[in-house]
């Protein structure tokens, strides 16, 4: 008996409210967020529960025959009324979620359409500012080269004399190499 009255006495401590903390009910969605945040992070290291995506509901697959539905006919029993209005509550549903499901997918397909041809413009745009960018490189070398060359006219005889200097001074070089290596 005494194991039991020691069990009855810790369920007490267990469940017994904090004193410390009073009792804060939310007035608005802001302060309930606050408080689940607040009390997220009283305990840091304890992990935290999230739930996962609900699933997309699928209605059920229509049934491949129905009987003894007579309808909102004559001659139909009060009840066979509420099975057809069920069967026709649920393939009305049916038929709205695969029409729901056609107007997501051609929606989707115009977004990609869509993003295709704003990639397409773009990369045009790109590659026309590439090619009028090359071409001012291009024109900005040709003026380049046009000026040295010009330059290089002007210097033409003394760029001669130097050149011819420096051709005989590889030709006694060539001559000194010759007897070296076993030539003349």
């Not at 033409?156 to 007897?179: P, R, V």
Request: glycine share 6%; with cysteine.
């Amino acid at each position: 008996m005494g194991d039991e009255s020691d069990e009855k006495q810790d369920k007490k401590k267990r469940y017994q409210p904090k004193k410390d903390q009073p009792l804060v009910l939310p007035k608005t969605a802001a302060d309930k967020q606050r408080m689940q945040i607040e009390k997220l992070m009283r305990n840091p290291e304890k992990d935290v529960y999230v739930p996962d995506r609900p699933k997309d509901w699928k209605p059920r697959a229509p049934p491949e025959f129905v009987r003894d539905v007579m309808g909102s006919s004559a001659g139909a029993g009060s009840g066979e009324f509420h099975v057809y209005r069920g069967f026709r509550r649920r393939e009305y549903a049916r038929q709205m979620f695969i029409q729901g499901v056609g107007e997501v997918e051609t929606k989707n397909e115009e977004f990609h359409k869509k993003l295709e041809e704003n990639q397409k413009k773009a990369d045009n745009k790109t590659a026309k500012k590439r090619a009028k960018r090359q071409k001012k490189k291009q024109k900005m070398q040709e003026k380049k080269k046009q000026k040295l060359q010009e330059e290089g006219k002007g210097d033409d005889s003394d760029s001669k004399s130097e050149s011819e200097d420096e051709k005989d001074d590889n030709d006694d070089d060539a001559e000194e190499n010759c007897f070296v290596i076993g030539g003349r």
